[in-house]
């Protein structure tokens, strides 16, 4: 089965399916769902030119899936050398072979092998817009209807169980001044010195961390006047912020950032996506964590990181779900791998669990 898994993965690693690649997309997930065979239904979406599809081992979609194994197809760029995949001291080599076309390779292999006999609901999703925020492919299957008790998301964990990821809130804060003439500043009201007040304010309740820490943070990003001279006195200032929160703070976070702002700061939430979380006491979470003990023989941790992915989509709609893969090193770098022992490893972890919760 190794070999079965290699030879897939160098497959979709020599495709370069990235967001700005239309037909790229397709490709990679046309050879995925080739790989598949005929045995079970595919179900296609598309919006905003951004393919997906749901392969499932019944005639009809069922109102619910028990477990849905969730993969991504697209990467971010790269190097052209980075689509020629090497294997060298048992690893291997190229873009998306940790984030996440190996993994991928191991979760259609498992879903093409087990299906055939699970009795229960299962899914294989395969979409091709996560690394640019997966709202046209995970997010847009969902917004159809599609639910499980469960997914799982093949992303890099090192045999870890992430349950929990940062939600975003991207957000611009507005002071207004009052302009006059530079070399008269009293006659008005400078806008940016107002805004330094909002800045010393975010500093006082989110101070930059040296370390990462379980906090939610705010990082400045930009900072913007439309004055465009230096004998004016600003009368407007925009400030752009994006804030990681953590899944405890998903009902106060927005009434916390407009209450510690400054008398005439006004902030305008643009993006506000969900934290990822699933309790550590979710049933699907423990038998997976007891299989993959048995499998790697070490004690396997539940992982709380700032980064997203596509399962928070999944917990938008109250589906729980984590982020499961193997073991590996460089996302979105020039020397990105997977080792490959993990990667049989955690296809059978997979087949395992499959038929675990049945």
């Known amino acids: 089965m190794l070999k079965n898994i290699l030879d897939l993965s160098k497959k979709l690693i020599s495709i370069p399916s990235t967001k700005d690649n239309p037909g790229e997309l397709k490709r990679v997930l046309d050879l995925a769902i080739i790989e598949l065979g005929n045995a079970y239904t595919v179900e296609y979406f598309t919006k905003n030119n951004i393919p997906s599809a749901l392969i499932y081992n019944s005639k009809t979609r069922p109102k619910k899936f028990k477990i849905i194994l969730n993969a991504h197809l ?55 817009d996560e690394e640019i925020g997966g709202f046209d492919a995970t997010k847009f299957q969902l917004d159809q209807g599609i639910r499980s008790d469960f997914s799982i998301a093949g992303e890099s964990t090192e045999f870890g169980i992430k349950n929990q990821a940062k939600g975003i809130i ?18 008005g009201k400078n806008a940016i010195w107002m805004m330094n007040d909002v800045l010393n304010k975010l500093r006082k309740h989110y101070p930059e961390m040296k370390k990462e820490e379980w906090k939610t ?25 994006d804030v990681r929160y953590i899944p405890a703070e998903t009902k106060t976070i927005a009434s916390k950032l407009k209450k510690i702002l400054p008398k005439g700061a006004e902030v305008e939430i643009l993006v506000k996506e969900p934290a990822q979380f699933t309790p550590q006491s979710n049933g699907y979470i423990k038998i997976l964590r007891q299989i993959t003990t048995t499998y790697t023989r070490k004690s396997v941790p539940l992982i709380l990181k700032p980064g997203a992915s596509d399962i928070r989509h999944f917990n938008r709609v109250g589906c729980d779900g984590v982020e499961f893969g193997p073991c590996g090193y460089g996302l979105h770098t020039d020397n990105e791998w997977v080792d490959i022992k993990s990667l049989e490893t955690y296809y059978n972890i997979l087949k395992k669990f499959l038929l675990s919760v049945a």
């Not at 072979?97 to 229960?120: G, N, Q, S, V």
């Not at 609901?121 to 091709?128: G, R």
């Open 74 to 128: 697209d990467v971010v760029p790269a190097k052209n050398e980075q689509y020629q995949p090497v294997i060298k001291d048992g690893k291997l080599f190229g873009r998306g072979a940790y984030d996440m076309k190996a993994p991928a390779a191991c979760e259609i292999l498992a879903f093409r092998e087990m299906a055939k006999t699970i009795k229960y609901p299962l899914a294989l999703q395969l979409v091709t």
């Open 170 to 187: 991207w957000a611009k804060i507005r002071t207004k001044g009052e302009a006059s003439h530079g070399a008269y500043p009293w006659q």
């Open 217 to 241: 943070t705010v990082n400045i990003a930009k900072i913007e006047t439309s004055n465009t001279t230096y004998n004016k006195v600003p009368d407007d200032c925009v400030l752009g912020i």
